[in-house]
């Protein structure tokens, strides 16, 4: 249900704080995140980065720090150690790290003094543990107690970062030069994402793929799938390694993928037919788009990922129907290592949810809708803040 948020009468000031660990997921939710914060409530919002370049693909063109870039000013800093023109920066209502990171000590002091809302942005999971420590204070060593925001997939937890023109972000209006963007032939077969990490599991699903005979295109976007497949020697050293190139493997169309601005990753998903996605603001995405997928969760010591992934799955399951829900959650588990399928069974499973893909994209659909009909991650932020500053 839908409840309205409220805005201050001044626009607030955030600081936003963001350490790169790897890949795109920490700076690609802290940009969505300061995006929305900037545009939709209309705060004015400060982001520390401590890795410009790996923003660089996701806002082209990134000018030189510090800058204002695409409504959001941007600024350097090194974790726990310092961020620069703190001095020069209006002092901020709200702060936020992302994903624990460490404050330098000037900032700390700052959010003593000025009495600022502090919170720790956390990674996404649907497991309960997440649901019961979303909005809880934890003190700190400086007097000021930090609040826990945890996204989730329902209305008591942090929600999900979600445009409110997320229809137009994701809205195909010229085909043929999204086409083109993506370096891709017109459209003639089904097309899947594949957007995961390294893993021998691509070798097996491509076999899979093989085994069931139907022709398909195999978008590839990064390296690491495409690293699993030379090292298990699907396909030659020398395959794939531009933006734009393509490899026939029997029926399988294999094609690499032009990295995309992150404001377009929407319309690519959208132009998919299935989707494999990875990490926290991919996965999330493929679930806007309301198209099958496959989630290849990021890999966590003592395999903890496999309870993450478990949580989310036994919830969205619900909008599934037998036979997809024991055919897609086997998959899920051959794809993340959770289990081995033998080639018999991955087969069965996959030929499963294709002989009932109506039913897999209704779930899709379902599950899409019921994350719609919910506040968004940044209008219960809002509540939370006025709440919290009055
Ligand atoms: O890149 P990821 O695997 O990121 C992460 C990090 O590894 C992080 O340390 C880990 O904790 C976290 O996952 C769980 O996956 P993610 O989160 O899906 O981020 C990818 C971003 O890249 C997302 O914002 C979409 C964007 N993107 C584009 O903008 N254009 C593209 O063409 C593609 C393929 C992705």
Redesign the pocket.
Known sequence: MHTPFLQPQHPLCCWLFCT??????????S??LAQILSRELGWHVHLWLDDEQSLA??APPLPALPAIHQSVFLHRWRAGAEAEDLSDTPAPDVVIET?ACDLPQAVLDIIRTQRALWLNWE??SAEDWARAMHAKPSPQTNGVQKYFWLMGFSETDGGLLREKNFDSLSAITDMPSLRRQLMLPPKNLPEW?L?G?QSTAWARWLTMWLQHGEAMRLLI??EPVLCSLREAGIIPPNALLQSGDTYILGKLELHR?????????DR?LALCDGLI?????????AQFSGKPFFWH??PQEEQAHHEKLHAFWLLSHRHFEEPVITAHRQLSDDLNGVIELSEHERLFAWQTLCRQQQSWRNAAESWRNYLFSQNSATERLANFVADKLK
Do not use: C, K
């Open positions: 790169v660990i790897d890949n795109y997921g920490d700076i690609g939710v940009w969505r693909p996701l994903f990674y996404l994402l957007f990490y976007p990064a993928l032009p990295f995309l601005p992150q404001h377009d990753f690519l996605v990875r990490g926290e603001d991919s996965f999330v995405r969760i990021y």
